[in-house]
């Protein structure tokens, strides 16, 4: 290995920041490629296996469809998100208020995050009228639970001896809400997120498989099925890729997120240099 | 002022039993005067941290009473009455500034902004760490991040300070060198200081009077009181009557380690150094 002190920067591969963004890269290229040669080499039909080039080039032809269905399938995504979040949040300050409230309540929490979304969502979508709100209904019953579990046990992690300082100092329940729970919580808030956003997205596209919503209101997962359906194999694919390319950026989002409020001081968010 | 005459704290025949059957303190008295510096030594177990918890009202006495400045608790916190705790370990929040954490108590009490700053100030700068304030705990060594936990201690300008093992987990030199600046902090600030630990050397070099006790269960066993002038600097870590005190404290310690009853106790507990 050679030395990286002094003022030169090391080699671009001996980077890491380079390398974490360049070897995944890399190995999707070569897998694409892979594939591609495959498809030609054996000839084997669209309606099987398209190729890579085959579905990019439906991606731009359906561009329009598909990009209208993503923004309804991202819409319903943010706002279950967002509910979550918000009910997550509150129910998990309710639930750190007495143990009492935690034993009483927890279990129903844990029945909706046991029950599958398929076989509920029949039923929301005959209730919900409205098909967005339905949707997002379904999606948010999904994504709630980590935000809960998450918040609860971080509000509820904090440092005993600080928590006696703050007795000592006859700290307000209010100011030790605010300047010991809630700090203490966040790394844990944050672990929350990344799980929770990812199950937004898939909550909101198995929401959309059962409920089989289309015309103005139709998201990917009714393009997945219509595709099917049509035997557009191409067209599928491009809407699958989209909703991987969607997952992928909603958690980098919360990488970012989670960076930006903890990255002063949380271990997690710490490099080893600083 | 007459409020200098009275006894900061009394301990009147208070015991402690735990809720799970421990018997951790046989019924103690101790009294304590300003401006003293008393150090509680002891093997493991024999219950120093339980005799500070009730002192600082965060444990009850199972039977017997603690007075503080001949008063009951509700006084403590008033101007001139003022109680701060040193944990063992500098119990920092790791989201906050050092500056942030040493204005905590000040923010808590609802101190106006120009006012605490002042004060964090004076504070960061009695411990030595005036260029520290904007950094977070964890650019701070270990025995950097327990000056800013005593700077926290310092900024509401306690009257008495109780100490558990704050210097316990530090290496030797760096303990040393705090206990000279805390030796000197308690002089120019005429503090009262009560303070645990386990060390023979610790507790010649700071004490006015050394409490020993011993285990099972545990009591007072004898009270030592080390008659030196102050400020003591380095030299008198190397007299005769340094190494005196010493000795007898080891002889203490050795008695109070074996217990009078069972005679079961801890036989490393005596620590040599
Ligand atoms: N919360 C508690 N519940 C039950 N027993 C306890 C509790 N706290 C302390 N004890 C017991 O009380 C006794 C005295 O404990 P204490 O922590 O006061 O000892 P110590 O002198 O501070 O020891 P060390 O030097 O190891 O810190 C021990 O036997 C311990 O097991
Ligand atoms: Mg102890």
Known sequence: MSTTSGKRLPPLMERPEFVRVA???????????????LVHLYAIPQYLVPAPSAIARTLVADWDLLFSSLLITLKVT??????????GTLVAFVFVQSRWIEMSLFPYAVLLQVTPVVAIAPLIIIWVKDPLPALVICATIVAIFPIISNTTLG??????GLLNLFRMNKASRWQELLRLRIPTALPYFFGGLRISSGLALIGAVVAEFVAGTGGTSAGLAYQILQAGFQINIPRLFAALFLITLAGVALFLLM??????????????????ET | MNATTIPVVEVLSAEKVFGNGTRALDPISLTVEPGEFITLLGPSGCGKSTLLKMIANLIEPSEGRINWWRGGHEAVGKP????????????????AKVAS???????????ERSEADRRVARSLDLVGLSQFGRHYPRQLSGGMQMRASIAR???????????DEPFGALDEITRNRLDADLLQLWHEKKLTIIFVTHSIYEAVFLSTRVVVMAARPGRILREVIIDEPHPRGESFRVSQA??????ELQHLLVEASQGPASGAGDPVAGEAA
């Open chain 1, 23 to 37: 070897a995944p890269i890399a190995v999707g290229c070569l897998l694409l490629g892979l594939w591609e040669w």
């Open chain 1, 78 to 87: 943010f706002l279950a998100f967002f509910v979550s979040v918000l009910i």
């Open chain 1, 155 to 160: 509000l509820r992690s904090v440092n005993p």
């Open chain 1, 255 to 272: 990488v970012v997120l989670s960076r930006l409020a903890l990255g002063h001081w949380h271990e997690s968010e710490l490099t080893p």
């Open chain 2, 80 to 95: 001139g009455r003022k109680l701060v705790f040193v944990f063992q370990d500098a119990t920092l929040m790791p989201w």
């Open chain 2, 101 to 111: 954490n040493v204005r905590l108590p000040l923010d808590l009490a609802g101190v």
């Open chain 2, 153 to 163: 201690a310092l900024v509401d300008e306690p009257d008495l300070l109780l100490m």
């Open chain 2, 242 to 247: 340094f190494a005196a005190y010493a000795r």
